[in-house]
């Protein structure tokens, strides 16, 4: 750990202008980000008497290496620059209310011609009306299952509609009337939107419109003696009526709000947010936080609306008129100058006082309190476990620093063939998954498990070494070391994952070249599946580019024997041992991460298509040419002039493919296959 007095900035160097401060570690990973009206002011607080500050933030500022910072004009673009640092670096010692779930989200993707309904989660996406947060999933899904019966809106994937539309089939629910099935024409697009967008103004809560509408045409019908259509009608009202009122009305039907409560000891907080539309408490959200600032109430609530509104500038929807908080926050004109920016209107910021609104703000509290009640007797167990988990490792393999930090790396093929690893990465005893990384493995590398280890350590390291010298490259150019993008998981959609080497380059900070993603920073423990082998491959890799301070260990299978670097014998951990258990876990993890890309991998591998073989046509032009026709069948009967009006094939690329798949019909090749299932996927 440094001391402070080695990287102190002189007090005539610290500006008195008001501006953002970053401490870094020895790495150079930015551990902390922190905002001052006075920045001379503030930052000579952190060295006057570093001993006598709060614990953690004597551990921060033990732990950093150097500090610097950046001038602003005002405490707002301070707040503002802040929040966008935050979220770049992640810093440890920063308080980031983190829940343990992606809350699900109505989704009505209006930018599409055929709308569709489905349950979300995760990034939010352009030209898509969301409704929510809901919790429990169940619930919304059970909305959705009840609308579709009066809005029979599109909720199929796009999959499953194409199919429909080459078929002239419905999928059930079209057979059901879930469905207006505008896949095979049953209804115009027009038509269709129309229906989505009645389906949106119903979950806005202009449900009495609707419900009303119903009952006139079910008088009508009762009228004309059309008692089938008048019960069909009744049974669509009462639908409505079951999703409208499955929420009590808490305050006056006009009242839009986000009410926020918090309930904290010295340690955590819990904080907890009702969504309030129309009157109705529509969603619920809850965090529990580790407090390692020294912060006080109003810093809280501000850090809070900092980050559960910081992403929503994409979305006004998400910001009410109306904000409800236990008390103002800090700097809280700042903040409703900045909301107000994101919403493009005005919002309010206030503690009730007295009625219906105070009385709801005791029933949010109540819930905070409950989940941080909750929160600490399912953590008191696993905390003390981790920290025994880590203290045994440390001791058993004589390491000199605390495993803040373990990698575990695994291989996966089938007899050699689609060759891939995987990276897991555990900090403080809990799995890190947005740092997960894939890597695919080709050539020389895949003869055999320790060529490919040795390529996968050797790769990764690189990256290190290159963020550590802060070395830059094109930003458009694909970074052949990096791997994959993590694994992620959207309810309700396809998820695309951009295949190895193809990852952009993350945004950097202006001051330096190392970024939060490169990894330039090493773990404490290197973990291999497997025994010595695999050992010594890592460690060759590390030594081959000069790194001697990084312990490896392997885990092997058969005996869960721990081997480590130049040992001629293992490690031998009790089998009760909660530090064997957590290698265990670990290299588990690493197992199904590296099993699922494989998979992933050798299913596009067992795709054949005539369309591979014409040269200079990439996936993108293919995926063109089979929008715009159909099939191979219809490409391959296609004139050069039909063939040039699909974007991106010119003259002499069409005729290419025109003489690639111009055969005749003995010597004409197989429509592409699914080698797993025997599915024709284009004619």
Not at 117 to 143: C, N, S, W
Not at 498 to 522: H, K, L
Not at 630 to 637: A, D, L, M
Request: charged residues 30%.
């Amino acid at each position: 750990m440094a001391n402070p007095v080695t990287y102190r900035p002189k007090t005539g160097e610290i500006p008195l202008d008001p501006g953002v401060y970053r401490f870094r570690d020895e790495h150079g990973r930015v551990i902390y980000v922190g905002k001052a009206k006075n920045l001379r002011s503030r930052l000579n607080s952190y060295f006057a008497n570093p001993q006598g500050l709060l614990a953690k933030t004597r551990t921060m500022v033990f732990t950093a290496a150097s500090v610097e910072w950046t001038v602003v004009g005002s405490e707002l673009e301070a707040l503002q620059l802040e929040y966008t640092w935050i979220k770049e670096f992640d810093p440890r010692f920063n308080i980031m209310f983190r829940d343990d779930k992606s809350y699900p989200y109505l989704a009505v993707t209006l930018g599409e011609k055929y709308p569709r309904v489905q349950v979300m989660r995760g990034d939010k996406r352009k030209d898509t009306r969301y409704f929510g947060p809901f919790y429990p999933a169940k619930a919304i899904r059970e909305t959705v299952d009840t609308m579709i019966r009066v809005f029979p809106v599109r909720t199929c994937s796009t999959g499953v509609f194409k199919r429909a539309e080459r078929t002239g089939r419905p999928c059930l629910l079209g057979y059901i009337d879930k469905c207006s099935a505008p896949c095979v024409g049953r209804i115009s697009a027009e038509d269709h939107k129309a229906l989505a967008n009645d389906f949106c103004d119903f979950m806005s809560g202009e449900a009495k419109k609707f419900i009303s509408g119903l009952e006139k045409k079910m008088a009508e019908a009762v009228a004309e003696l059309d008692y089938e259509s008048a019960a069909r009608l009744r049974d669509d009202i009462s639908a409505l009526r079951r999703v409208f009122e499955r929420n009590t009305v808490v305050l006056s039907e006009d009242t839009d709000a986000d009410i926020f409560a918090l309930r904290e000891d010295e340690l955590e907080a819990a904080a907890q947010v009702f969504h309030v539309r129309g009157g109705r408490i529509r969603g619920q959200r809850g965090w529990v936080v580790e407090k390692v600032e020294d912060m006080d109430t109003p810093d809280l609530v501000e850090h809070l609306l900092q980050q559960v509104y910081g992403d929503a500038s994409s979305s006004n929807e998400q910001i009410p008129k109306e904000v409800l908080v236990p008390v103002l926050p800090s700097n809280a004109d700042q903040v409703l100058e900045w909301l107000r920016g994101l919403r493009g209107g005005r919002v309010d910021v206030r503690v009730p006082q007295r009625g219906d609104k105070a009385t709801l703000m005791g029933t949010v509290e109540q819930n905070a309190a409950d989940a941080l009640r909750l929160h600490k007797s399912r953590r008191a167990g696993d905390i003390t476990t981790r920290s025994a988990a880590l203290q045994e490792l440390q001791e058993a393999l004589d390491l000199p620093q605390p495993l803040m930090r373990i990698e575990c790396f695994d291989i996966s093929h089938v007899q050699g063939t689609n060759v891939v690893a995987s990276m897991v990465v555990v900090e403080d005893g809990l799995p890190r998954k947005s740092e997960y990384r894939k890597f695919s493995i080709t050539g020389e590398a895949a003869r055999d498990d320790t060529a490919s280890m040795y390529d996968v350590i050797y790769r990764r390291f690189r990256n290190y070494l290159a963020g550590k010298a802060g070395e830059q490259r094109d930003p458009a150019a694909p970074d052949p070391d990096l791997g994959a993008d993590p694994e992620a998981e959207d309810e309700g959609s396809i998820l695309e994952h951009p295949e190895v080497g193809e990852q952009g380059e993350p945004v950097r900070d202006t001051t330096t070249a190392i970024s939060r993603s490169r990894f330039a920073y090493p773990p404490s423990l290197v973990v291999v599946d497997g025994g010595p082998p695999q050992v010594a491959a890592a460690s060759r890799a590390l030594a081959d580019l000069g790194i001697d301070d990084v312990f490896v260990i392997g885990l092997a299978k058969r005996l869960e024997e721990v081997w480590v670097q130049d040992s001629e014998f293992p490690v031998i951990l009790p089998r009760a041992s909660e530090g064997l258990f957590m290698l265990q876990r670990i290299r588990d993890e690493a197992h199904r991460f590296a099993i699922t890309f494989h998979r992933q991998k050798r299913g596009k591998s067992m795709t054949a298509s005539a369309l591979d073989e014409v040269p200079g046509l990439g996936p993108a032009k293919r995926k063109a040419l089979l929008k715009h026709f159909g099939s191979v069948k219809k490409i391959r009967v296609a004139s050069v002039a039909e063939l040039v009006e699909v974007p991106g094939v010119g003259p002499s690329l069409a005729e290419t493919i025109r003489t690639s798949l111009a055969v005749g019909a003995e010597d004409a090749p197989a429509p592409a296959v699914n080698m797993t299932t025997g599915e024709i996927m284009e004619d």
